[in-house]
């Protein structure tokens, strides 16, 4: 156990490095979708999802014989805090005191007490949003477009959100609302 392994290259050495350079994140930030997602456009042209029977930005009816389309939505919505500060939601946003930027994610750093590093988080598949909790000390809650009551947000699952809903977080609030 005391002989120093061969050195890489030396004979009888491993092809290989022993220890490889550790690999940086291929990407600080999402890399925009090549490919667009399905969609159908209202009379004014506003892409929406294929099963929606209403414009999300207008709402117009939506043919239900309009064809479908491959395209790139855009934001689905927008992060708007109490203190009026909006975020797009066009991909994976990260939410906290201190969120990382090398997880692939957005972030949008929110100051506050009962805040976490990193305390929750908005998911963006295709037509749809969702909401995680992301370990967070002191809990997110969510209270649906319409209701009144609170419900916690698990840590281990996505639950959906729409527009109009809105996000307690410590002392603060955010609301999901329409797209500019
Ligand atoms: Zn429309």
Known sequence: MSDPAP????????????????SRPLALRPVPALHGIPAKRCPDGHPNDPEATECRLCERPIDVAASVVDLRPGPLGRLLLEDGTATALVADLAVGRCPPDDSGNETLVVAGRQISRVHFAVEVRGWR????????????????????????????????????????????????????
């Open 7 to 22: 050195r890489p290259g030396a004979p009888g050495g491993p092809s290989e490095p022993a220890s490889r350079p550790r």
């Open 129 to 180: 949003l969702g909401i995680r909790d992301r370990g967070s000390t002191n809990g997110t809650f969510i209270t649906r477009r319409g209701e009144r009551g609170r419900r916690r947000v698990p840590e281990d699952r996505s639950v959906p959100m729409a527009i109009g809903d809105a996000i307690h977080f410590g002392a603060r609030q955010a609301l999901i609302v329409r797209p500019e």
